[in-house]
Nanobody, 120 residues
Framework: QVQLVESGGGAVQAGGSLRLSCAYT?????MAWFRQAPGKEREGVAH???????GYQDSVKDRFTISKDNTKKILYLQMTGLKPEDTAMYYC?????????????????WGQGTQVTVSS
């Protein structure tokens, strides 16, 4: 059974850091983090391929880092320099396709989300 379970969200002040985790049961070629703020569309934040190649949304480059531990089967999103505009529900996504990037329609599997709230 495909399962993605996120954790690590919380409330922090601007400039703070959080590390999100996503435990997965099956190895995927493509994995990513998305976020969705109230009233806004879901947007891709960062993705990682099985090769280790990563990609980021421009607004989080140099602040967020995506990584995964294939032994533990955990996907991470290290977030630093958090801003109020980073406030959103964050979702882990995965797919068997090789070159999925930052578009939600590219991913077939989703977690339930973890809330990140950044106060000014």
């Amino acid at each position: 059974q495909v399962q993605l379970v996120e954790s690590g969200g919380g409330a922090v002040q601007a400039g703070g850091s959080l590390r999100l985790s996503c435990a997965y049961t099956t190895r995927y070629y493509s994995m990513a983090w998305f976020r969705q703020a109230p009233g806004k569309e879901r947007e891709g934040v960062a993705h990682i391929w099985s090769s280790g190649l990563t990609g980021y949304q421009d607004s989080v480059k140099d602040r967020f880092t995506i990584s995964k531990d294939n032994t533990k089967k955990i996907l991470y999103l290290q977030m630093t320099g958090l801003k109020p505009e980073d406030t959103a529900m964050y979702y882990c996504a995965a797919d068997g396709s090789i070159y999925a990037s930052l578009f939600a329609h590219e991913y077939g599997y989703w977690g339930q989300g973890t809330q990140v709230t950044v106060s000014s």
